[in-house]
């Protein structure tokens, strides 16, 4: 057991960074071996953790606490419990795959190397940070490499799409930094009496002071959390950044958009916004508009993604009907529908992500994306075809793939939830099943089936480099549908300490209004 | 013990499926050997499961092994198996029809460029089929019954090349996705409910009362769109046809032995779950799929099309069966059917691949001097599904009427009476749209003389599973075992204890008294439709163009399948893809037109308030410097740079100083 | 015999400062200009020593005096450089030409 391992999986990106700065920039295969050795070692790392968590206790594991800002008494205050360390895996796994996949970058490889390294430190930053403070610094540190990945080595509309993310997020982290304020000022350290940003004293509602105590204060101040985290999300209609960004970033940089950051937000309602103001959430047109979004991004995403005509715009809005199936199975507050909810962001991280490296592996060869453009290709590039079907399979909810098992627990949960109906809203939202079924299959028929196209009767099959990319997560997405307690014995108590947490929390504040 | 059979009966096919996958093409002979003989492995191990289960010859005899597949909180999901005397005939007819199909397929599909992969999907619609039959539990029956359906689609879209199989096979996928989000729908209820999926302890809710009512009925309604689906069910029924775009062994398999009976063995393994109210309508529309499908394939002229609205019209057969109460009957007439259905799909398969591939009828004719064997297997499954007195269909089909009239009987209701009308009428039907095909392939002249000539009888492989089948068909509807062994579940059965001997009381009785009118109605119905088909295309006394030109209307509407397809594609397919079509221009310019609006408003505003800094604000200062600089100009005049100016300058301003001083003095 | 008075000393001196004063703003050669103010310097010293013999009878007078006339030794060196500097620059020691500092 390594000591301090989570500053280590934090920082090690950061020292990959540097040495990558200190390359000379001709060596570009040094600068790529050595980011994919310290990202390797991340994984190594997080396995680590895997291996040492223990998941019968719902306490914060690995925690390191130190002194950071005293006279704001700011901490660097860092633990993982069973919702982070999730999360934790998936961004190890999904940045080493997105270091791989970036091989065949060729501009600026120094500049793109580290600026991705720098991201890496900030994403994994975000879901290890316990003091909302440093949370919110690893959220922004996030920020810039991902705009001036995008800005730099995206497509033809990448200034476009890269300013919009940038902007849309900014405005998510303004609100949470009022919000982040306003909790500050009115949370008390129970120790020395002072303002504190730990979040866990953030979550003992008997620590609440002040305006804090104010109902009216408490949804606003949720409000301004869920419009902060719904941007990430991202929920209808703070989605439109999602789609160009997309369509702009390069493939791994998509992976890493799809797979990890969209998590943050639900991460972050998780984390911040359920148990720091679970009145607030449990305010019934905070939870049914809550529930409303939910299944509007679900049909909406999915009605939205049968309409494009470019592959990665496609599985963009996929990403959206997806996500809305998180938030569906977080809103019914039981156990199976947390739980769902949770794995369901993990396979959708290992799903999304595997869908943008397909259509990457594509893009390289034809140089477009349209759907309508390719055809027969599964004559063609049969492995390819098979790894696609797959991938396909599983993101319209095939049983023995992973999405299934995680759609299935959130439905079950949202529609079982005792304590709100939910029960028109998922079914309602069990459209998106046959939706999802309606466009992947259609894309399916579209790029692959048919006579193949003449244009690329000389396509080659997928190569050793991408097949390393694409076999472990689509070994994962088998292994998981089969067996989904490799990621639900970690969630578990947590989870549902948080489910409880939530439920019980004293709705008396309720009556202050 | 038994469990450990039916475990190994289910994992085999997923081992050959995986090996076949990925190391298939190097095997020898591409691998054809080891799904296939696995499958009669299967058949072995089946067998000797059937005798273990049959050999308690226990009504109730019931086996089940499940663990804790995941649990989360209070929540405990089970996942296992459940053997009983249904599932054992399942697995039964699924490893026998599977194996002989297997074995068929290795002559039909000899020379095709993706032939391992074939058996591979074979093998892995095995395993989903036999797992579908022996779990225990809604979420597992769910969780196979969309991998049948995955099979399904692999197997349908396997000349994918063509444009219609594509589609054939999107549009299996699709239309069976819509009855699984029924299903779905229903376990969602059903859990939250009852918090469980198990079977047993669902029914026991039922059985306790815990779960009853509308929402028992609803719950009902909903698992039996699964069955709508996957059954092929009116509305539900426009993608089986289509379906034929696949390899013809894989119709015999697939849409029509076993897979499609799969909605009739689920409304059967969840018999209890369905209220009076549910049986009424589950009864209805079986009734409607048969009528419907049989009246469309009276008019179709490809050979596979014809079996495969047969194959709906008896599937109706079965669930209005299981909807009237006749339980044994419907179910029964599921393994009748699968060993008769195979059996003309694989004869015609056999018809297909000695003629080429051609599948119009109109280009057959006078083949039974060419392909004896496969003549005279057709002919008994033929006369199997048309009700002659003798062979298994008749005794299955025979059993659903006597249900229908006794039902009718029993309650007196019109409904019923209709039901029972209509399917002594669909039984008329089937006999004579049966022997319209078996007559235009085998008996007249050759109507296309240069297919006829080179047409040859299949190979052993193709003619061996047709004799077996043949022979199944023969003696499948002998015995009592059938009635005596699988009989209708009723809440008592699942309720603890004292009601437990209340169960057995519950037979079909009421048949009986209905069965004498409906052997003799069925029997007559038979014999007309044969009588009938024989007039027009055996005696030629009749034309039958005559007919269609006479009733050209009807004969529209018939050949155009009543225009479901045209109605599902302009209302349900166009629909959603306008709505999408609508909601991506939305997104794209109300959504994102509003992002993008503000932030076009801001560039406004910052270009506004940048103007207004430029002009006003910084306009000031550049005045402010202007007018110093007005100053500066002025003045450096004066700077002459010479010294000696400059000292002239000093003295003068002293002594104006000076003066100054001296005059303020 | 009329003695010679503070008076004397202070109308030689105010005329030495005259006529220097005459010479720096007057002379377009800057060697003329330098003597100019040598004139000058020693009107003032002459004032010095005179106010130190008729006014105020001890010797800072004529200390300061001695100062001026050394000051004044080191201020023609560095001037007379630069007039040499000048004229290296300009090939003419004419002041009217030296006017770069011209606003």
């Known amino acids: ?513 | 013990m038994i469990v450990d059979y039916v475990v190994w009966i289910i994992l085999l096919p997923l081992i050959s499926f995986t090996i076949q996958i990925f190391f298939g093409k190097r095997l020898p002979r591409q691998g054809d050997w080891l799904p296939t003989s696995v499958m009669f492995v299967d058949l072995l191990l089946a067998l000797i499961v059937a005798g273990k289960v049959f050999s308690a010859y226990d009504p109730d005899f019931r086996i089940a092994r499940s663990f804790e597949w995941v649990v989360l909180g209070t929540t405990t999901i089970k996942f296992g198996l459940l053997i009983d005397n249904l599932t054992a005939v399942m697995l039964f007819i699924v490893t026998l029809v599977s194996s002989l199909v297997h074995l068929f397929s290795i002559g039909y599909m000899h020379g095709d460029p993706r032939y391992s992969r074939y058996f591979a999907y074979l093998s892995l619609f095995s395993f989903s089929m036999l797992g579908l039959v022996s779990v225990d539990n809604f979420l597992g029956i769910y969780m196979f019954w969309e991998l049948v359906g995955v099979s399904s689609f692999l197997l349908i879209g396997f000349w994918f090349e063509k444009h219609s199989a594509s589609n054939a096979a999107k549009k299996a996928f699709l239309v069976n996705r819509v009855g699984d989000v029924g299903m779905f729908i229903g376990i969602l209820l059903i859990f939250a409910i009852t918090h469980t999926f198990n079977f047993d302890e669902v029914f026991g809710k039922i059985a306790s009362g815990e779960f009853a009512g509308a929402l028992l009925t609803a719950a009902g309604i909903l698992i039996f769109c699964g069955a709508v689906g996957k059954s092929a069910q009116f509305p539900l029924h426009v993608w089986l046809p289509d379906a034929m775009e696949g390899p013809t062994p894989v119709s015999a398999l697939i849409h029509a032995a076993t897979m499609v009976a799969a909605g009739v063995y689920l409304v059967g393994r969840t018999f209890v779950l369905y209220t009076e109210t549910a049986l009424l309508i589950i009864a209805g529309i079986g009734t409607i799929t048969a009528f419907i499908a049989a009246t469309i394939a009276v008019v179709q002229m490809d050979i596979k099309k014809v079996l495969a609205y047969s194959t709906i019209s008896q599937l109706g057969y079965m669930i209005a069966a299981l909807g009237v109460g006749g339980y044994n009957a419907g179910l029964f007439h599921l393994m009748t059917h699968a060993f008769f259905k195979a059996l003309l799909f694989l004869g015609a398969g056999s018809v297909i691949h000695a003629m080429h591939h051609e599948q119009d009828m109109r280009q057959m004719g006078g083949l039974r001097h060419k392909l004896p064997i496969t003549f005279v297997t057709f002919l008994i499954a033929t006369m199997a599904i048309s009700g002659v007195p003798g062979l298994s269909g008749f005794f299955s089909k025979d059993a659903i009427l006597a249900a229908a009239l006794g039902k009718a009987m029993e309650t007196g209701t019109l409904y019923h009476y209709l039901i029972f009308a209509t399917l002594i009428f669909t039984a008329g039907l089937t006999a004579f749209y049966m022997f319209r095909a078996l007559f235009l392939t085998f008996y007249g002249t050759p109507r296309n003389q240069e297919k006829y000539d080179h047409a040859h009888e299949s190979p052993s492989t193709m003619t061996i599973p047709l004799i077996a089948l043949a022979l199944f068909t023969v003696i499948g509807g002998y015995g009592s075992w059938f009635e005596e062994l699988i009989r209708k579940p009723s809440l008592a059965m699942f309720s603890t204890g004292a009601a437990q001997e209340a169960a057995h009381a519950a037979a079909e009785g009421a048949a009986h008294g209905a069965h004498t009118i409906a052997m003799v109605l069925s029997i007559l119905f038979a014999f007309a439709g044969i009588f009938i088909a024989a007039l027009y295309y055996y005696w030629n006394k009749y034309s039958a163009e005559a007919v269609s030109e006479k009733f050209a209307a009807l004969y529209r509407f018939l050949w155009n399948k009543w225009y479901f397809d045209e109605l599902y594609q302009a209302t349900a397919v166009r629909g959603t893809l306008l709505l999408s079509r609508a909601m991506g221009w939305f997104d794209l310019k109300v959504i994102d037109g509003i992002v993008n609006g503000t932030a076009r408003m801001t560039t406004l505003l910052s270009f506004g308030s940048g103007t207004t800094d430029n002009r006003v604000v910084d306009g000031l200062v550049n005045w402010v410097a202007r007018i110093v600089g007005w100053f500066g100009a002025t003045l450096r005049e004066i700077q002459t740079g010479k010294v000696q100016a400059y000292i002239l300058m000093a003295l003068g301003a002293f002594i104006l100083l000076y003066v100054i001083q001296l005059a303020m003095v | 015999m009329m003695a010679v008075g503070l008076h004397h000393f202070l109308v030689l001196s105010a005329l030495l400062f005259v006529l220097g004063l005459l010479a720096v703003i007057t002379k377009k050669n800057a060697v003329t200009v330098l003597m100019g103010i040598e004139l000058i310097l020693n009107a003032a010293n002459i004032n010095f020593i005179a106010f130190s013999r008729y006014v105020d009878t001890d010797l800072d007078g004529q200390l300061f005096a001695l100062f001026v006339i050394i000051t004044a030794a080191a201020a023609a060196a560095v001037a007379l450089a630069i007039v040499l500097n000048i004229y290296k620059q300009m090939r003419s020691v004419n002041l009217d030409e030296a006017d770069t500092l011209a606003g």
């Not at chain 1, 999730?86 to 970058?105: D, G, K, P, Q, R």
């Not at chain 1, 050793?464 to 994962?476: A, H, Q, S, Y």
């Not at chain 1, 989904?484 to 970690?490: A, I, Q, R, Y």
């Open chain 1, 1 to 513: 057991m390594i000591p301090n391992i989570l500053s280590f999986i934090v920082f090690l990106p950061v020292v990959g960074m540097f040495i990558v700065l200190l390359l000379p920039r001709e060596k570009k295969t040094a600068i790529k071996v050595v980011s994919a050795v310290f990202t390797g070692l991340q994984i190594v790392l997080a396995w680590q953790i895997y291996v040492n968590f223990d998941t019968n206790t719902t306490s914060m594991q690995f925690v390191e606490q130190v002194k950071w800002i005293e006279s704001f008494n700011i901490w660097y205050f860092v633990g993982i419990d069973g919702l982070s360390v999730s999360m934790v895996l998936l961004t190890a796994l999904l940045s080493f795959i997105a270091i791989i996949a970036s091989w065949n970058i060729d501009k600026a490889v120094k500049a793109y190397f580290a600026l991705f390294l720098l991201l890496d430190a900030g994403m994994m930053g975000v879901f290890v940070a316990l003091d909302f403070f440093l949370f919110y610094i690893f959220w922004e540190v996030m920020l810039l490499p991902m705009y001036f990945l995008i800005g730099i080595w995206g497509g033809p509309r990448r200034e476009y799409a890269a300013i919009k993310f940038f902007l849309y997020t900014l405005l998510g982290s303004v609100l949470m930094l009022l919000a982040l304020l306003v909790l500050y000022f009115n949370v008390k350290d129970p120790v020395t009496g002072g303002h504190t940003f730990n979040m866990l004293h953030m979550m003992d509602q008997a620590n609440h002071t002040g305006i804090l105590n104010q109902f009216n204060i408490r949804l606003l101040v949720y409000a301004a959390l869920f419009i902060g985290f719904a941007i990430k999300v991202p929920i209808f209609p703070f989605h439109t950044w999602l789609p160009d960004a997309h369509v702009e970033a390069p493939t791994p940089i998509s992976v890493i958009l799809a797979g990890v950051l969209l998590k943050m937000g639900t991460y972050g309602m998780l984390r911040i916004s359920f148990p720091i103001l679970p009145d607030a959430m449990k305010w019934e047109p905070f939870l049914y508009g809550f529930v409303t979004l939910a299944v509007i991004n679900i049909v909406y995403g999915s009605l939205c993604a049968m309409a494009q005509s470019d592959l990665k715009k496609l599985v963009a809005y996929s990403s959206i009907g997806h996500m809305g199936v998180v938030l569906l199975g977080m809103a019914g507050l039981t156990s199976l529908g947390m739980n769902g909810a949770v794995l369901q962001m993990f396979n959708h991280g290992i799903v999304s992500g595997m869908l943008f490296l397909l259509v990457g592996v594509i893009y390289d060869r034809a140089h477009h994306r349209e759907i309508d453009g390719f055809g027969g290709l599964a004559s063609q590039m049969p492995i390819y075809t098979g790894i696609a079907s797959l991938a396909f399979f599983a993101n319209l909810g095939l049983p023995g793939l992973n999405n299934f098992i995680s759609e299935a627990f959130s439905f079950l949960g949202a529609f079982g939830s005792e304590a709100f109906n939910l029960k028109v809203f998922t079914i309602i939202g069990t459209l998106g099943i046959i939706l999802t079924a309606g466009y992947m299959l259609w894309t399916l028929q579209r790029v692959f089936f048919g006579p193949l196209n003449p244009k690329y009767v000389n396509m080659p099959e997928v190569n050793t480099r991408e097949l390393i990319t694409l076999v472990p997560l689509g070994v994962l997405v088998i292994v998981l549908g089969v067996y989904p307690n490799l990621v639900l014995n970690l969630l578990e108590v947590s989870l549902n300490n948080l489910v409880q947490t939530v439920l019980n929390a004293p709705s008396v504040l309720l009556g202050m209004q």
